[in-house]
C-alpha cells in the first residue's frame, strides 16, 4: 500500500502557505489604516480638519486605549483561546471595519452635517491635566474626538487581529518554518506601512486654484480621500480572514477540532504566563522597542520634513525605505532561525542599530541636513526592525505551554499597547511643548522627542542582553533552531 505523502492539509506546503497570505493580507490591509495619515501628520493643522500635535498624539494614541485600560487584548487572548483562530480572525475583521468607518465619516462633510459635530463639540472635553489618562481634552475638534472613539474599535480588531494571526501561523507552521512564515507575515505587514506613506499624501494632495510667484500650484492635503480608501481595504481584508476560515475548518475537521476540545483555557492557567521572569524579560523588551517604532512611524515625516526642508512627498519617498527595507529582509532572517537560531543575539544587534538610527535622527540629521544620510539611516532602522520582531515572536512558543500561546500573544500586545499608548499621546503633547509659540510645522524641532526614542533603545538593548544571559542559564533555546 502506497502511503500518502500529505496526511493533513498543513503538511501540504501549497496549502500552508496560501492560509499564510490570506492572514498576511488582512494584516497587510490594517496596517495601512493604522498609518494612512501618519505621512500627513504635518498637514493636519491646515487641512479640514485643523489638528494640532496634541491632537493627532491623542488620536494615535486612542488605537490602544480600550486595549490596555479595559484589558480588551487580554480578554481577546482568552476567546482566540477558547473559540479559536477561525471565530476570532473573524470577529477582528468585523471590528476593524466598523472602527475604520467611523474613522473615514469623522473626516467628511456629512459628519458636521449630521449634527454630530456639535454634539461631540460638547462632549468630552476632559481638563489636560495630569489625571487625565484619557485621548479627550477640553478644547479638540469634534472630528479628532469621534476618529478616536472609532480608532479605539479598530484598535480592538488590528490588535486581535495580531494574535490571531501569530497563533494561526503557530498552529499551521509547528515543526515546519514557523520562523520564516511569521517573518514573511511581518513583511507583507511592513509593505502596508510602505503602501500608506506613499499613497497617503497622494491620495490627499487637492489642487487649490492658486499659485504662487514661480508658477506652481499651492497643494492642499484633505484626508477623506486616503481614509476612504483604506477603509474599502479592511472590507477586503475581512474577506481574506473568511477565506482563511474556510481551510481551517477543514484542517481541524481533519484533525478532530483539537484546537477548540483539547486542553480547555482555564483562566488559573494565566498564572503560568505571570510567573514566568523570562516572559516579563521578552515583554518589557517588546513595549521599549515597539515603542520606539510605531509612534516614530507617526512623527516620521513631520521629523523629515523639519529637519530637511521638504515636502510630504518627499518626506513619504525617504520613509518609503524604512519599511521596504524590513519587508525585504525579515523573511531571510526567519529562515536563518529556523535553521541557525541566534535569536537572542538577533535581539541584541536590533537594539544596538535602533540607537544609533534615532542618534542620527535626533543629534545628526538637523545639523548636516542630508538626505542621503536620512536614507541610509532609514535603512538601517529598517535592518533593525528586522531583526527584532523576526527573533521575538517565533521565540514565545519556546516560553509558554502550547495552550495558552493565544494569551501569551495578547499579554505581551497588552503590555506593548501600554507603551505605545503613553508614547504616541506624550509625544504629540511634548512636540506642541518644546515648540511653544512656533506657528510653522516646518519649524518645529524634534531633538527632544527623537531623545526620547534613543532612551527607549538603550533599556531595550539592556533587557536584551539580560534575556540571552538567562536563555544561556535556563536553556529555553532562543539561541537553537526552531526546525
Known sequence: MTEKIHKFLDDNPWARWSALVLLASAMFFGYIFVDILSPLESELPTSALGWSATDYGNYTGAE??????????????IILDKMGVRFTSILSGVVMLVGGAMVYFSSTEAFVTSGLKE?????????????????????????????????????????????TVSRG??????????????????????????????????????G???????????????????????????????????????????????????EEKDDPFKVSDLKYIFTSK?????????????????????????????????TPDEAADIFFWFPLGAAAITPFLGAYLDKKGKGATMLIFG?????????????????????????????LLGI??????????PSVPKLVDKKVIGSAYAVIFWIQNIGLYGFRKGIGSLLDAVNNGVADRMNYDYTIPMLVFVGCGVAALFFSLWLKLVDKKKGYGLEEPNM
Not at 540607537?355 to 532609514?378: E, M, N, R, T, W
Open 169 to 206: 501561523i503557530v498552529k499551521w507552521f509547528t515543526g515546519k518554518e514557523m520562523a520564516l512564515a511569521m517573518g514573511i507575515e511581518m513583511a507583507i505587514a511592513r509593505i502596508g506601512v510602505a503602501v500608506a506613506f506613499v499613497l497617503g499624501p497622494y491620495l490627499a494632495a487637492t
Open 278 to 310: 523570562v516572559f516579563w524579560i521578552v515583554s518589557m523588551l517588546c513595549v521599549l522597542y515597539y515603542s520606539a517604532i510605531f509612534p516614530f512611524q507617526n512623527y516620521a515625516s513631520g521629523m523629515l520634513r523639519s529637519s530637511l526642508g521638504i
Open 64 to 77: 490602544t486605549f480600550l486595549n490596555v485600560f479595559v484589558f480588551f487584548l487580554i480578554f481577546a487572548g
Open 119 to 163: 454634539v461631540f463639540d460638547g462632549w468630552l472635553n476632559i481638563p489636560d491635566a495630569w489625571w487625565n489618562f484619557t485621548p479627550f481634552v477640553e478644547g479638540m475638534p469634534a472630528s479628532a474626538k469621534f476618529a478616536a472613539i472609532g480608532f479605539m474599535i479598530f484598535g480592538c480588531g488590528v490588535e486581535m487581529a495580531g494574535i
Open 384 to 393: 533593525s526592525f528586522s531583526l527584532v520582531p523576526a527573533s521575538l515572536w
Open 351 to 379: 537594539s544596538i542599530l535602533m540607537i544609533v538610527c534615532h542618534g542620527i535622527f535626533a543629534l545628526v540629521l538637523p545639523v548636516v541636513q542630508s538626505k542621503l544620510l536620512a536614507y541610509a539611516a532609514i535603512v
Open 208 to 258: 487649490t486654484g492658486v499659485f504662487d510667484a514661480e508658477g506652481n500650484e499651492i497643494i492642499r492635503y484633505e484626508m477623506d480621500k486616503p481614509l476612504a480608501f483604506a477603509a474599502l481595504l479592511l472590507c477586503i481584508g475581512l474577506i481574506c480572514f473568511i477565506a482563511y476560515s474556510v481551510m481551517d475548518y477543514k484542517l481541524e475537521k481533519q484533525k478532530g477540532n483539537t
